[in-house]
Structures are given as C-alpha cells and as structure tokens.
T-cell receptor, first 111, second 111 residues
C-alpha cells in the first residue's frame, strides 16, 4: 500500500507570493492533517480535514488555509509568504482511531 | 491548551546501553501518547504509542510508560544500536486529533 504522498518535495518562493502544497493520503484514509516543522518551533499542528470539512485548526494566521477533496486528497495554501514561513510542511493521514502516518514533507524556502 | 515538555534535548549513549526520554503534559484530558522517530531528512515514523487506560506497553527493545497522576510518560530503549540514532518526538492528544509534540530529543548511539 502506498504511503502518504506529498508534492512537490521542494519549493522556493519569494516573500509576498503564495504557494499551494498537495497531499495524497494512504488509500482508505479519510482524515488528513497538516503540520509545520521548524528548528525553532518544532512540529506544530496546522489543521485537520475529514470528509472535506475542517475538523480542527491550530494557532496559525489566516494566511494558512487548506481544503480536502472528495477523494480525500488535500491541499494547503499559504498566501503572502513571509520569511518565517520557511519550514518543512508535513501531511499525515489516518483512518478511524489509528495513529497518524506522515508523508515525506514539502520543504518550503521563502527568500 | 495542551503543552508537552520533553527532556533531554540531546542524549548520547554507547551501543548496548539503555536510553530514556521523558515527557510531561499539561492537559489531564489527554489520553493518547505516541512516540515518533525521525531520521535525518526523513519523515517522522511512529515507533510506539500508548493510551491512557494502559500504564505500560512494550515492543521488543522499546517500551513506553505512562503515569497519569503525574502527567508524564517515558520512552525506554534497551540494547541501543547505532541505527537507533535519530530525533525522537513525544506527543499528546485528546482522542487521536491535533497532536501536540514535544521539542524532540536527539539520540546519538556510538559504536
């Protein structure tokens, strides 16, 4: 069974631009979560989607948004990029009350 | 909200020694406590988890203990091997949603 797939693996953007990251969960997993990983702040929860609805949200500004499609694939968007948004963005999926399975992440660099 | 503290931040042991990583959490409602291992440049991978109705769980060389009264849980790795070298993260959540992670422990196992 294929794992969680995130695209692209690497992105370089300029301040002020916007970016969209994509995540395909493990087949059969309907819950998708996003986390931001930075050396200073560690792993921080962004949001969780289930059946196309946002079920939980972390403490991030409104520039960070997401959505989930009917096939459970999810996208995360960051608008008006700031230097501090440089991070590894991890997507994770699960089914029912099972543990989270993470993808390899998208490394975003904002210059 | 939930806050998870993790110690130590760095741990160096000799091959064959045991390693212990400790975490404390603040929200007494938390009932799910996973541990993830992240090797350099790779995704976090679940190594073991424990739910609040259990005090201890073992899987070969890895064990986790939970003290709900004191609100702390620990990861124990016995007979460490060089391939155990990685960053280990503890986490806590209510249910299986919105994991709050500790800041990570870099474990170095020297041959």
């Amino acid at each position: 069974k294929a794992g969680v797939t995130q695209t692209p693996r690497y992105l370089i953007k300029t301040r002020g631009q916007q970016v969209t990251l994509s995540c395909s969960p493990i087949s059969g997993h309907r819950s998708v979560s996003w986390y931001q990983q930075t050396p200073g702040q560690g792993l921080q929860f962004l949001f969780e989607y289930f059946s196309e609805t946002q079920r939980n949200k972390g403490n991030f500004p409104g520039r960070f948004s997401g959505r989930q499609f009917s096939n459970s694939r999810s996208e995360m968007n960051v608008s008006t990029l700031e230097l501090g948004d440089s991070a590894l963005y991890l997507c994770a999926s699960r089914v029912g009350n099972s543990p989270l399975h993470f993808g390899n992440g998208t490394r975003l660099t904002v210059t | 909200g939930e806050n998870v503290e993790q110690h130590p931040s760095t741990l160096s042991v000799q091959e064959g020694d045991s390693a212990v990583i400790k975490c404390t959490y603040s929200d007494s409602a938390s009932n799910y406590f996973p541990w993830y291992k992240q090797e350099l440049g790779k995704r976090p991978q679940l190594i073991i988890d424990i739910r609040s109705n259990v005090g201890e769980k073992k899987d070969q060389r890895i064990a986790v203990t939970l003290n709900k009264t004191a609100k702390h849980f620990s990861l124990h790795i016995t007979e460490t091997q060089p391939e155990d070298s990685a960053v280990y993260f503890c986490a806590a959540s209510i249910g299986f949603q919105k994991l709050v992670f500790g800041t990570g422990t870099r474990l170095l196992v020297s041959p």
